[in-house]
């Protein structure tokens, strides 16, 4: 795998900022980011339809962004949950600097950009939304949500935006036959040529789950 490829634990070329605007809830923002990270350039299509298919996250406790690259879905879920600790996890090591640095610019003081060890193992999650680093491969993908759709807390959701030319229909059937009957997971919404995965962790009863076409 080429050193430059996004989820790339260090990139390997020069570090250019580059200044770029974004809305994010609802305002627009000058924000930065750089070469050798997912979607430099703008908020990609898959992140855009995650967004708008998201309900609003909880007000607080602990919110995950898995795969934040330089942090448009941690950097939303800070503005809606001010009083919310928001985990912006990724391996790449430019990304956490561009997240720490579009936090400081937005005056934003709720999230902890880390990496996936840095995460202490008795944090639980209120709700995690991810647009999954698809082109890791498989074996790593499966491995990257066994480890931490765990980690929701019992009754709440995780939402994940995958295209579907990219496999989403094989990765909700594997999701399904995969996970304990505690989790349930459903076609939340598509568009664009994606596929928003909707991830509850069932508590006792529990009506059922809107499905949004």
Known sequence: M????????????????????????????ELVTAGGVFSPDRIDTGTQVLL???PTPPP????????????PVALTLAL??????????????????LVRANAEKMSIHNINAVTPDDVPDDIKFMTIWSNPPIRVGKNELHGLLERWLP???QGCDAWLVVQRNLGSDSLHRWLQASFPEDFSFVRAATNK?????????RTGATAPIDIVR
């Open 151 to 153: 980690r929701l807390e």
């Open 2 to 29: 080429a050193s430059e490829h996004y989820f790339s634990e260090t990139p390997g070329s020069e570090l250019k900022l580059r200044e770029i605007r974004a809305r994010l809830a609802g305002n627009e923002y």
């Open 80 to 97: 809606e949950s001010p009083h919310a600790t928001v985990w912006a996890v990724d391996v790449n090591e430019r990304a956490l600097d």
């Open 52 to 54: 708008g298919s998201v």
């Open 60 to 71: 607080g406790g602990n919110l995950l962004d898995l795969g934040c690259g330089w942090g």
């Open 193 to 201: 040529g994606y596929r928003v995965l909707r991830c509850r962790r």
